[in-house]
């Protein structure tokens, strides 16, 4: 499960470290691709092959599915380096507007980079505590 936060900085080849408590996720190579709210989604290779799995049974004719589908196959294969990062490709790079300091968080079946300045906005706009406790309401999390 993948879970935490810390923030790195992108180097200038594109390369992000990745904790070393995620690694092992990635230990099989890994898809990065768009994710929601403007982060991208690191997906461990064989929880990434279930989805593209799911993504291949969408006909051509469901115009919602071919959008889900178009929105994740813009990603790329990923492995890890000797030294624990990985390349995040220009174009997505751009896309999550991620540029020097890079927030890497696990979301519990993947990972997610943000840039630092998305992250924060995201954060002061979503994580209010009346948002956070409706949530988990309609979701029936009782703590």
């Known amino acids: 499960m993948l879970t935490g936060e810390v923030e790195h900085q992108l180097d200038d080849r594109g390369r992000v470290a990745v904790p070393k408590a995620f690694r092992q996720s990635l230990e099989h190579g890994g898809f990065v691709t768009r994710g929601w709210y403007g982060c991208l989604f690191v997906f461990p290779y064989e929880h990434w092959l279930k ?74 706009q979503h994580f209010t505590p009346e948002n956070i406790m409706a949530s988990a309401a309609e979701l029936s999390i009782d703590i």
């Open 51 to 124: 989805i593209r799995e799911k993504l291949t049974t969408i006909s051509l004719t469901n115009m919602k599915g071919d959008i889900v589908k178009t929105f994740f196959t813009g990603g790329s294969d990923i492995w890890l380096d000797g030294q624990g990062r990985i390349s995040v490709p220009a174009a997505l790079r751009e896309w999550a507007g991620i540029q020097g300091d890079v927030v890497v968080r696990g979301s519990l079946n993947r990972i997610e980079l943000w840039g630092k300045d998305r992250w924060l906005a995201f954060q002061s």
